[in-house]
């Protein structure tokens, strides 16, 4: 059983998941169980894997890192479910496993042999977590997808980038990777459910579904006043100023988010005037004149440094950051003092990776094992559940 000595066994310690998802969504959700202290075995074809394995480069031995981000603490066992024999196994697996999670294309030979309704009177206790693009019913729910597709149709898309400017997407994959937390939280609930009623259920989301339940207040927004949103760059929707400005060596962001904060803004840039000006007073004022509040600030932070601006509206309480790169985040006093960057040790060496981000009781979980290469523990897995040895 998987332990950490502050917190006691992982909390999902003995829970066994069937992992026969790919690409992002699935295996980001799989690692993310197997970094709770779950038992996870990836299933992958035998000619090749999972096609992250070669979105490279970069690569780390034979792996593309985009693999290695998204496969930590998985055993890896190569299996044809195409084959009779595969889908033996598979079986023979389900028998005892407490979840699967795949991302089966619809309407393919593999969403219909395991079919969850088949599965559910075969395995009353598994839950099964199903990922797709568009979700199970409506026009689109046929369609295959990717990240970006689901950004596109979602909508983000259009609400990222400088007003008037080209669509942009987000710099991280938040359409699989929102699809994959959100599956989680359903998986865990599901998990709960089963300890009142002794069984499972089909758990399904997508990365449409998901998009739409992160646009949180653009969608109020748009229910009250029915006006199409458009992209303010960095801007805040309902918040001003809330954003990025240029200061004489780059940029810096502000947050103010009450008028307090607007008068402590104010305060530091030794400008009474504009915490009295009407047009900004209040924060529905500052939308109001969000352009004309944009000018006067981008002119008096363009006077000096991002550091000196950053020094001193910390000295007045307002939030305030540089806009940092991801070398410079890494190697953060901060990153390192809450434990957020570990290492697994990997065939070609020590490999960094991203911990999981929630602490119990003080403690992060552990990062257990490296991301598995392909087919790694095919015979030590499978010795119980197959007849004959499968392809490798």
């Not at 395991?114 to 309704?117: E, H, K, S, V």
């Not at 947050?255 to 803004?265: E, F, I, K, R, S």
């Not at 960057?341 to 960094?352: A, Q, R, Y």
């Given at each position: 059983m998987t332990e950490n000595p502050a917190i006691g066994p992982a909390p999902l310690a003995g829970v066994k998941v069937l992992d026969l998802s790919k690409i992002l969504a699935g295996p980001y959700a799989t690692m993310s169980f197997a970094d709770l202290g779950a038992d996870v075995t990836k299933v992958e074809h035998p000619d090749g894997g999972d096609p992250t394995r070669v979105w490279g480069p970069p690569f780390v031995g034979d792996d593309a890192t985009y693999y290695l981000a998204v496969n930590r603490g998985k055993k890896s066992v190569t299996i044809d479910l195409k084959s009779d024999e595969g889908q033996r196994i598979v079986h023979r697996m389900l028998e005892d496993a407490d979840v699967l999670v795949e991302n089966f294309k619809p309407g393919s030979g593999l969403q219909r042999i395991?079919?969850?309704?088949a599965l559910s009177e075969q395995y009353p206790h598994l839950v099964v977590l199903h990922i797709s693009a568009f979700g199970e019913e409506g026009p689109l729910r046929d369609q295959p997808g990717y990240d970006m597709v689901a950004q596109a149709a979602g909508g983000l898309m259009s609400l990222t980038g400088e007003?008037?400017?080209?669509?942009?997407?987000?710099?991280?994959a938040m359409g699989d990777l929102g699809a994959a937390l959100f599956g989680v939280i359903g998986v865990l609930a599901a998990l709960v459910e089963r300890n009142r009623t002794g069984r499972?259920?089909?758990?399904?989301?997508?990365?449409?579904?998901?998009?739409l339940a992160m646009h949180v207040n653009w969608a109020t927004n748009y229910f009250a006043t029915r006006?199409?949103?458009r992209a303010l760059g960095s801007a805040h929707p309902n918040l001003a100023p809330y954003q990025a400005y240029p200061a004489r060596d780059g940029y810096f962001v502000v947050?103010?988010?009450?008028?307090?904060?607007?008068?402590?803004?104010c305060e530091a840039l030794e400008r009474p005037d504009l915490a009295a000006d009407p047009r900004f007073l209040r924060n529905r004022n500052r939308i109001e004149h969000r352009e004309a509040l944009e000018e006067v600030l981008t002119e008096a932070f363009g006077s000096n440094t991002v550091e000196h601006w950053c020094r001193l509206l910390e000295t007045h309480a307002v939030p305030v950051s540089p806009i940092r790169h991801l070398d410079e985040i890494y190697q953060d006093p901060h990153t390192a003092a809450i434990g957020?960057?570990?290492?697994?040790?990997?065939?070609?060496?020590?490999?960094?990776?991203?911990a999981f981000p929630v602490n119990f009781g003080g403690a992060r979980p552990p990062l257990r094992s490296a991301p598995p290469a392909h087919g790694q523990h095919t015979d030590e897995v499978l010795t119980k559940y197959r007849e004959v040895p499968a392809v490798r």
């Open positions: 395991f079919d969850y309704r007003p008037g400017g080209a669509p942009m997407k987000a710099g991280y499972g259920q089909y758990v399904t989301t997508s990365l449409f579904e998901c998009q006006q199409r949103p947050a103010v988010g009450n008028d307090t904060l607007w008068q402590h803004l957020m960057i570990g290492t697994v040790d990997h065939e070609s060496g020590p490999l960094e990776q991203i």
